[in-house]
């Protein structure tokens, strides 16, 4: 079985940050998000991997060719962003000829029973409520959890069951004949191709579509879900640093996650934080947050920020001579 990972968008919503990083290369609680869905398909028995990239795209190849050396994998490029359907329409013949196929987009972290939806007898549609159902492709099912309708951000929705970014194709055929024809058509949701209306177009065609609802859903997409999904994280087996070094004058309040060779001292790091590989620190307290490789933060103090690679940061210091009654506030 082969996974179509689309990474080509530009995460407008995380600028300025993605302005130089790509999204799915954001780390979260120690690792980037990409890796979640590569470690988590690889763990369900796929074994091939497309990733359709484009915006920043060089930076995504050369993370996955690195952490990912052996893995069988294929680079397509999206030359024009002109939606979901469109990337996934940009590598069909990297599919075509596929029995199964899994879709996942490079900006999800879930939680699910991968096993059980890759190996579903019928096409699958991974949901989740939401309580603003308009900002997502929307699916309304019967009362055995088959997909009657998707509409892709509706205005008025008749439905609070939206689509995590997960799917697995059983009828690869007739997607492709989907994408085609919305293509040829020129049939757009706003200016875009989405995936979601490809999979209506297949529901038209008689094809059964099942859905599968996830335990959790984290949409890195906006900077407050980000931080969340990062403190959560952290907060479960396996993810935060157990093992950590000796950091001169500095207290660590777990969970966190800190990576190879960083320099702290004289700092209050956690809880909730997650700090790249070869960070300098010095004179800081930094509480939930994310903090990039290479960064180097002096004199400040962070509190749900999100550092990129490569920045520093020097705060300020006061000297203070303070009378009774007095209250000041730097905030």
Known sequence: ???????????????????????????????????????????????????????LGEKIKNYVDAAYPLLPKEYVIQESREGSGHAIWTARDSFKNESDLVIFFGDTII???INSFVKSDFTCVGVKEVDDPREFGVVEMDEQGFVRRLVEKPNIPKSNMAMVGFYKI???GALIDGLNYNIAHHIRTGEEYPL?????????????????????????????????TNALLLKREGYATD?????????II???SIGRNCRIQNSIIGPH?????????????????IIGNYASIKEAVLRKSIIGNDTAITGFRQSLNVGDNTEIDFS
């Open 170 to 172: 059983r009828e690869v």
């Open 243 to 251: 093992d950590l070094p000796f950091y001169d004058n500095s207290i």
């Open 273 to 289: 934080v997650t700090i790249g590989e070869n960070v300098q620190i010095d004179s800081a307290i930094i509480k939930d947050s």
């Open 111 to 113: 939680d699910l029973d």
């Open 1 to 55: 079985m082969k996974a179509i990972i689309p990474v080509a968008g530009v995460g407008t919503k995380l600028r300025p940050l993605t302005y130089t990083q790509p999204k799915p290369l954001i780390p979260v609680a120690g690792k980037p998000i990409i890796s979640f869905i590569i470690d988590q398909l690889i763990g369900a028995g796929v074994h091939e991997f497309v990733f359709v990239i484009g915006y």
């Open 196 to 228: 979601t209306d490809a999979l209506m177009r297949m529901v038209e065609q008689g094809v059964q579509i099942r859905t599968m609802r996830v335990d959790n859903w984290f949409d890195c997409g906006k900077y407050d879900v980000l931080l969340e």
């Open 254 to 256: 777990h969970p966190v």
